[in-house]
């Protein structure tokens, strides 16, 4: 079993940052995956970014590219996402997962295990 703890969530106001960090710890994978999903209130889980193993290749979805950034310490079991120029609308539990395959997903019930997620909330 592979356990994800998120952290960094927070208020913030429009136009303003965060940086959300995972930490996994648990049973040892080969080459994972990892990504960052997001649930807002009454909506289903939405993709946001996805890292390869090596962080050579990546995904994002529309609603955050070129303000979102994902990244990944191996050493650390870790994967962060730096969120630039908030907007309300990207209020939200962010949760991080693992895709244990070398493949970059978007598809969240292909993700094999997941944080309990933490929250951000963008006001205007």
């Known amino acids: 079993q592979v356990q994800l703890v998120e952290s960094g969530g927070g208020v913030v106001q429009a136009g303003g940052s965060l940086r959300l960090s995972c930490a996994a710890s648990g049973r040892t994978l080969r080459r994972y995956a990892m990504g960052w999903f997001r649930q807002a209130p009454g909506k289903g889980r939405e993709f946001v970014a996805a890292i390869s193993w090596s962080g050579g290749s990546t995904r994002y979805a529309d609603a955050v590219k070129g303000r979102f950034t994902i990244s990944r310490d191996n050493a650390k079991n870790a994967v962060y996402l730096q969120m630039s120029s908030l907007k309300p609308e990207d209020t939200a539990v962010y949760y991080c997962?693992?895709?244990?395959?070398?493949?970059?997903?978007?598809?969240?019930?292909?993700?094999?295990?997941w944080g309990q997620g933490t929250q951000v909330t963008v006001s205007s």
């Open positions: 997962a693992v895709d244990d395959t070398v493949a970059v997903r978007i598809s969240a019930p292909l993700y094999d295990y």
